[in-house]
């Protein structure tokens, strides 16, 4: 069960409040976007529809990143490159420390769908919570600038420990690696041992896709 503290952030991202007195730029471009579009919590549903909604996002945040001294002109070196996961490039951030990871939000509707999610994984997983470093354009596509602490693995994440851990916290498995947590609202999916990964006994979320299906949950 989540501690009542926790459960109070995540309604607030549930029911699309901008959050006062943040100073993260995450949290900030959260807000920024909140302030001038409504969220819709049709998962994963008329993509198509709200295309020209996450265009008008794109350009809003171009032109937020710019005013706000967060607009990279370069991606990283591609000598610090590593892989490519499911939604982001990842690169090996110079510290050796973290990774710095480019997404598209193209697995969400909106970036506002996006941003959500991001929110809610570093409510619920601090120690790879996503820092926000800014925005950049690659090939044509704007993409987010992400840093996230560099966990190195000891073994992989077993799938029942995944599954107990979640359990534990109120999420359910619906299919697969797929969760749902129904008295918030959330369903999280993908949780199979390439996005968790395990050291001295502990899980690490490295990888989480959050879609918010009841704004009213809870």
């Known amino acids: 069960m989540l501690p009542d503290d926790t459960e109070g952030?995540?309604?607030?991202?549930?029911?699309?409040?901008?959050?006062?007195g943040v100073t993260d730029r995450l949290l900030t471009?959260?807000?920024?976007?909140?302030?001038?579009?409504?969220?819709?919590?049709?998962?994963?549903?008329?993509f198509e529809s709200k295309l020209?909604?996450?265009?008008?996002?794109?350009?809003?945040?171009?032109?937020?990143?710019?005013?706000?001294?967060?607009?990279?002109?370069?991606?990283?070196?591609?000598?610090?490159?590593?892989t490519r996961g499911g939604e982001s490039l990842v690169f090996q951030d110079i510290d050796k420390r973290h990774v710095i990871k480019l997404n598209d939000a193209v697995y969400y509707a909106t970036w506002l769908e996006y941003f959500d999610s991001l929110a809610i994984h570093n409510i619920l997983f601090p120690d790879t919570a996503y820092t926000l470093s800014?925005?950049?354009?690659?090939?044509?596509?704007?993409?987010?600038?992400?840093?996230?602490?560099?966990i190195t693995t000891e073994s992989t994440a077993a799938l029942a420990d995944i599954r107990t851990y979640l359990?534990?916290?109120?999420?359910?498995?619906?299919m697969r690696n797929?969760?749902?947590?129904?008295?918030?609202?959330?369903?999280?999916?993908?949780m199979h041992d390439e996005n968790v990964l395990a050291t001295q006994n502990l899980l690490f979320f490295i990888d989480t896709v959050f879609y918010i299906v009841d704004p009213g949950a809870g």
């Open 178 to 190: 797929d969760y749902c947590h129904e008295k918030l609202g959330l369903i999280l999916e993908d």
């Open 29 to 46: 471009a959260r807000n920024f976007l909140y302030a001038g579009f409504t969220p819709d919590r049709t998962v994963k549903t008329d």
């Open 52 to 82: 020209l909604v996450k265009e008008k996002q794109v350009t809003a945040l171009v032109q937020w990143a710019k005013n706000n001294g967060c607009w990279m002109e370069d991606p990283p070196d591609k000598q610090q490159y590593l």
């Open 9 to 20: 952030k995540i309604k607030d991202i549930i029911a699309g409040k901008v959050l006062p």
């Open 167 to 174: 359990e534990h916290n109120g999420f359910i498995n619906t």
């Open 134 to 150: 800014g925005f950049t354009m690659y090939n044509g596509v704007l993409y987010a600038l992400l840093r996230q602490p560099f």
